[in-house]
């Protein structure tokens, strides 16, 4: 079947270079998506760790020094996984305009 004369307009990516675009963009997602899900099932556990500890605990002191460890360690683990997404982020958005640069440029379509 012949493609429509105005099926693609000059300048214009096809359809499949915005179909690779938007499938690696929607791939990072679900790749972001995961890592969030262990990121709380892991921050679960541990909470419910400490509550074990906290409930346990008869000494007003170490029931303190047991929050404070919690705190911090919640703190690292929230900084360390805001790095993790922003660098899976990055990576997607980085991969996702390789595949629509590279099909652009076998294809000599400007930008």
């Not at 915005?18 to 890592?35: H, K, N, Q, S």
């Not at 074990?52 to 605990?57: D, K, N, V």
């Not at 991969?95 to 590279?102: I, K, N, S, T």
Request: some cysteine; overall charge negative; hydrophobic content about 40%.
């Amino acid at each position: 079947m012949p493609e429509h004369p105005k099926a693609k307009m000059p300048g214009m990516p096809d359809f499949a270079d915005v179909m690779a675009f938007y499938t690696a963009l929607f791939e990072g997602m679900g790749e972001i998506g995961t890592e969030l899900m262990q990121f709380v099932s892991n921050r679960l556990a541990l909470d419910l760790a400490t509550q074990q500890q906290m409930l346990g605990c008869t000494d007003p002191a170490k029931l303190m020094q047991i929050h404070l460890d919690f705190l911090q360690r919640a703190f690292e683990d929230y900084a360390e996984e805001t790095g993790k997404v922003v660098n899976i982020g990055n990576r997607v958005m980085h991969d996702a305009l390789e595949r629509h640069l590279h099909k652009r440029d076998k294809d000599n379509t400007p930008i």
